[in-house]
Every structure is written in structure tokens, then in C-alpha cells.
């Protein structure tokens, strides 16, 4: 079979398995769930092509995937994923991402109220308390 060189976003996401059936791979895409090449689609019927990058904004995570080809039929997973390429960014740890203002020692009981004001100043630089 050859290839097609453009294919609709709802049938594509429905054939790599990123949506369970096409009907809600429509309703995905037409709320606006989906960006082909950082632009907002609203369409189900929106025609992708090899290359594009799609930016997929699910319930908990975020999907960025390169599409490698367009798919004939909704095959399984190991052949789904020769649809795509995952670029999504690695999740920034917990202990990078933000510092802790004070740390207690575990089992020393509740903050005094010196600890939670400087805990609440970590939460708001601007405030001057």
C-alpha cells in the first residue's frame, strides 16, 4: 500500500493510539486540545502531514510528538508507534524544580509560628511581614 501524504488529525490520532476511538479523537481535536506546529486547531477534519509536530494536551501530561507517516488502519502498538516520534521534555525532578524554605526535622511536631512566617515568605518574596 502506499502512502498518503496528508491525513485527517482525528483519524491519525485514532490510528497511533493516542485516543481510544475516532469519535472522541474528533471531539478531542474540536476542543481545542491539539496544536499542529504550536497553531490551536478546533477541526477534526484539520489534514496533517509527516513532519508536523503535534502538541497534545491530555488529562495529566502533555504529548509532544513528530509524526513519521500517516496509517492505513489502527494496528497494533508496536506498529502505531512507527507513526510518531516522542519528543516530549523529561518532567523537571521535585528536587530541582523548587527549593524548600525550611526544612524541619521529622518527628520535632508542628511549625511554630516563626517557621510558618518564614514558610510564608518563601510562598510570597513580595509580601514584608
Known sequence: MEQTTR?????WLFFARVIK???LAGKFAAAGNVRVNS?????????????????IAQERRILVLRILGCGQRRG?????????EDITPKPV????AEPVAAQREPG???PTKRDRRK????????DDA
Open 7 to 11: 491525513q485527517r488529525i482525528d483519524k
Open 93 to 96: 525532578a521535585a528536587s530541582e
Open 39 to 55: 497553531e490551536k486547531i478546533d477541526q477534526a477534519s484539520f489534514l496533517i502531514k509527516p513532519g508536523d509536530v503535534l502538541t
Open 76 to 84: 497494533p502498538a508496536p506498529e502505531a508507534q512507527l507513526l510518531y
Open 108 to 110: 520535632s511536631g508542628r
Open 21 to 23: 476511538s475516532r469519535t
Open 119 to 126: 514558610i510564608d515568605l518563601f510562598r510570597n518574596p513580595d
